[in-house]
């Protein structure tokens, strides 16, 4: 049963360039995270979304960050126009149910480098 | 004030020892509780979830008061591959993205 799944598990831009992120969840899981753990720093929540539903977005940047999580396919978490600030680590959870405090489960990140 | 709070370390046990965490949380309205452990440049694994009630997972011990809002964990006979780092994370209900403390590290010393 394979865990959650990240890729590219590492990913370098240059600045003002576009990055995407793809995450797909464990199989069985319908609710897809994601979270950005910035160098030395806890993680923080970005977005949380469901198939072709964006349920909470509250931990987005309010420019250049889009997520979305289609019907078929992985969820992506796309970053335009990169800068130097966005270099972190970008965690996606999955978990089988969106309420009452079920377990999330971390895939391995991706380490974005903007140089 | 921070949402969840931390003791940063680093702790330095000895083989064997019991050590203890706390972390405390600001949001009363905060429905479920977790620790995670997290190795370096790794992603954060769950360790247990934290129940009023208080439970017990082999050498982990978690729990939960909501009146003082502190979450507490337990590891007993520690070993080298404890050495980690243990996030506090919170559910504060509503918006189902998880709170996290910035982590305890503890390191186990042969």
């Known amino acids: 049963n394979a865990g959650v799944m990240q890729n590219p598990r590492h990913l370098v831009r240059r600045r003002g360039q576009e990055a995407r992120l793809r995450c797909s969840p464990m199989?069985?899981?319908?609710?897809v995270y994601w979270y950005r753990q910035l160098p030395e720093e806890g993680l923080k929540f970005m977005v949380y979304l469901q198939k072709e539903n964006i349920i909470d977005e509250s931990g987005m940047p309010k420019e250049r960050f889009s997520a979305e999580f289609p019907k078929e396919g992985p969820s992506i978490l796309r970053i335009q126009q990169v800068v130097r600030g966005d270099s972190a680590a970008y965690f996606c959870a999955s978990s089988p149910r969106g309420t009452g405090g079920y377990e999330q489960y971390f895939g391995p990140g991706t380490r974005l480098t903007v140089t | 004030r921070k949402e969840v709070e931390q003791d940063p370390g680093p702790f330095n046990v000895p083989e064997g020892a019991t050590v203890a965490f706390n972390c405390t949380y600001s949001?009363?309205?905060?429905?479920?509780f977790f620790w995670y452990r997290q190795d370096c440049r790794k992603e954060p694994k769950l360790l247990m979830s934290?129940?009023?009630s208080g439970n017990e997972d082999g050498r982990f011990t978690a729990q939960l008061n909501r009146a003082s809002q502190y979450i507490s964990l337990l590891i007993r006979d520690s070993k080298l591959s404890d050495s980690a780092t243990y996030l506090c994370?919170?559910?504060?209900?509503?918006?189902?993205?998880?709170?996290f403390g910035k982590g305890t590290h503890l390191i186990i010393q042969p």
């Open positions: 994370v919170v559910n504060p209900g509503g918006a189902d993205g998880l709170t």
């Open positions: 199989k069985g899981h319908s609710h």
């Open positions: 934290v129940y009023s």
């Open positions: 949001n009363s309205a905060s429905q479920s």
